[in-house]
């Protein structure tokens, strides 16, 4: 177990890198606690994987170091880093049986027999595959494939830290919340530092307790869901997380007034520094309708279940409002309220209203 | 309730009338020719199993038998290990990786007379290039018109320099299709190189493998128009296989009764091998 410090790393797959358009990952500075359950989120290409292969050694990065306990393993190799990984799909050897797949990383590390039972007995056991020690691993079913995969990490009592690349991707969804539970049922069990690396906003909010949202190679907002959903510090994070995403809205500063399609909107706290392109940003939860307010026109409604989503036009502008109870007919005029202590304005994609404590 | 009809025959028929024609009618004629004699003049004789027996108790037969196992033992125990090893050190990405393909598929485009002719030219002795090299520059003594230990050498390295690719082609095949992740997770479960080919790629290739194994027994096996143009199946009886034998019987003495009985031998040999490999080599994937 360790504490995992990145520092000033950038990556890029090209040889001579120019401008920060070459670079896959951008200048990350990031301190992970020892026993922590962490998830990396953002969406396809945003360089989370680069991450990921950096701190196991697989790849090295162009510039920084990577400590594990203050200790620079930058240049060792992934089998000299005590790490454990588990790939999208999952990786076990077709011609050994889960037992020898659960012993592999002991023996070829020459651990011996007796301690090598033990420690494969108790993984087993926390997996909830002692009855299939004895198979064919290329007989079990892809979420059994990723249990075992799993297990080979967590088998080593040295590992520094287990990581997840999308390890859900090939199983099937029923099974998927299972799996997800059990993943997160052994990291209170082995308190092993855990990073999860996902474009799946449900894994990444369920699995972990700091999630780092990525784009374009750089992160934009470390926090707990709760902070990510609630006060994102950036309109990709307001917009990437949440069903449907933060509606983010075209606003002009005038005058200490933020305007909104001509209105007046009054926002959570003071407006803090100038100029560049603003946003207004209002997750869909915090919409209302009303008596009076902005006017609208309704234009879809989609009855999810448990409430609806309700797109509506404020002139060329799409808002989208979360409603429960009496919906709108498709086409009528109606007024939005917008809840002020959950309206933020965005300068150049960062938040730049303050707080009011 | 399941309505019955015949018109499916009709639709098989077309093929079923293509393969009596070109494989059960010259088969049976075989056949035919196993169980009776003839001295000429389109009169036969029934015979019985006789030409069978005299076939499998002929020392003849027992030494080209001998020989064609040997071949094929050779080809088999020198192609496969370095058909993997080539394709083990064959680049996976990149610009030479066309390259190395391409001069691969080379020699097995060039059709197995020019293949006899060419390395007949290539080995006579004082003429050839490597009977140059060998005799002159080398001090060798190498003829593979006069010594068997030549002959054979030659034929086999025939072979392999014909044949190898196919075996490097297919396990290449085999490699390429492993996710990186396998590899990446060998890394980190500090897997030696050998553990990674013996869990890893080994398991992945096994299904090519079997294909190539067979591919390179049934052909080894059947050989006849390379060491037949290269040595004549010479010197002496040296380099005569099955094939040649059998040719001899059945067009350079016309037996054609024990020829027949011969061909039908050969060829359940060559089924039986065949179904014993697959067998073993696809046993464990049944479990």
């Known amino acids: 177990m360790a504490k995992i410090t990145l520092s000033n790393l950038r990556h890029s797959y090209l040889p001579n890198p120019t401008g920060p358009a070459d670079y896959a990952l951008k200048e990350i500075d990031l301190d992970w606690n020892d026993g922590g359950a962490y998830a990396l989120l953002g969406p396809s290409g945003c360089g989370k994987s680069t991450l990921l292969n950096i701190i ?8 920084g170091r990577i400590l594990f306990d203050d200790k620079d393993v930058t ?6 880093r005590n790490i454990a990984q588990v790939f999208q799909f999952p990786v076990i050897y077709d011609t050994m049986t889960v037992r020898e797949n659960l012993a592999f990383p002991l023996r070829n590390r020459g651990v011996n027999e007796a301690k090598i039972t033990e420690r494969v007995a108790e993984i087993a056991a926390m997996l909830e595959v002692e009855d299939m020690l004895d198979t064919r691993a290329a007989h079990l079913s892809p979420d059994n494939k990723q249990k075992i995969s799993m297990g080979r990490g967590l088998v080593r009592d040295d590992v520094n830290v287990v990581m997840f690349d999308e390890p859900l991707t090939v199983i099937d969804p029923h099974l998927k919340w299972k799996l997800r539970s059990k993943l997160k049922e052994l990291h209170q069990r082995v308190r092993a530092t855990m990073i999860y690396v996902t474009h799946d906003q449900t894994e990444a909010l369920t699995f972990a307790d700091q999630v780092v949202v990525m784009q374009e190679g750089e992160i934009v907002q470390i926090g707990t869901p709760v902070e990510l959903f609630e006060r994102p510090q950036h309109t990709f994070v307001g917009h990437f997380i949440g069903s449907p995403g933060m509606n983010i809205l075209p606003a002009l500063v005038e005058g200490g007034q933020v305007m909104f399609n001509g209105q007046a909107v009054s926002l959570e706290g003071k407006v803090t520094g100038s100029g560049g392109v603003t946003q207004l940003g209002i997750r869909p939860e915090f919409v209302s309708l009303s008596n009076a307010g902005i006017p609208a026109r309704v234009r879809k409604v ?6 609806a989503v309700v797109e509506t036009m404020v002139g060329e502008t799409a808002v989208k409002a979360v409603i429960e109870g009496n919906l709108p007919e498709q086409g009528t005029e109606v007024h939005l309220a917008f809840q002020q202590n959950q309206t933020r304005l965005y300068r150049d ?8 404590s | 309730m399941k309505t019955e009809n015949q018109r499916a025959w009709f639709f098989v028929l077309p093929v079923l009338l293509l393969v009596a024609f070109n494989a059960l009618i010259p088969i049976m004629t075989v056949v035919n020719y196993s169980v009776q004699e003839t001295f000429g003049n389109n009169v036969f004789f029934w015979q019985g199993l006789d030409w069978f027996e005299q076939i499998l108790r002929s020392e003849r037969f027992h030494a080209a038998l001998g020989r064609q196992f040997m071949f094929t033992g050779l080809i088999l125990a020198i192609e496969i290990p370095l058909g993997i090893i080539v394709a083990l050190s064959m680049p996976r990405k990149g610009f030479w990786v066309p390259v190395c393909l391409v001069t691969m598929a080379l020699p097995m485009l060039i059709p197995w007379n020019v293949v006899g002719s060419m390395w007949n030219i290539f080995t006579l002795p004082n003429i050839g290039l490597l009977g140059y090299f060998m005799n002159d520059v080398l001090g060798i003594n190498y003829d593979m018109t006069q010594q068997p230990v030549s002959a054979w050498v030659t034929i086999v390295i025939m072979d392999v320099w014909h044949w190898t690719s196919l075996v490097v082609l297919l396990s290449y095949a085999g490699l390429v299709s492993i996710p990186d992740a396998y590899y990446q997770a060998a890394k980190i479960d500090g897997a030696s190189p050998w553990k990674v080919f013996r869990y890893i790629q080994l398991p992945k290739m096994k299904t090519v493998l079997t294909i190539a194994v067979l591919l390179r027994f049934m052909d080894s096996f059947n050989i006849y128009t390379e060491p037949f143009v290269l040595t004549g199946g010479g010197p002496g009886n040296s380099t005569t296989l099955l094939s040649i034998d059998l040719v001899k019987i059945a067009l350079g003495q016309f037996d054609l009764g024990p ?7 050969y060829f359940a040999i060559t089924l039986l091998v065949s179904w014993l490999f697959y067998t073993l080599m696809t046993k464990d994937d049944a479990q």
Do not use: C, K, Y
């Open chain 1, 349 to 356: 994609g960062w938040i730049a209203t303050e707080v009011v």
């Open chain 1, 56 to 63: 196991s050694g697989l790849l090295t990065p162009s510039d």
């Open chain 2, 259 to 265: 020829a027949a009985a011969m061909s039908l031998i």
């Open chain 1, 75 to 80: 240049d060792l190799p992934p089998d000299q």
């Open chain 1, 302 to 307: 989609s009855d999810v279940g448990r409430h």
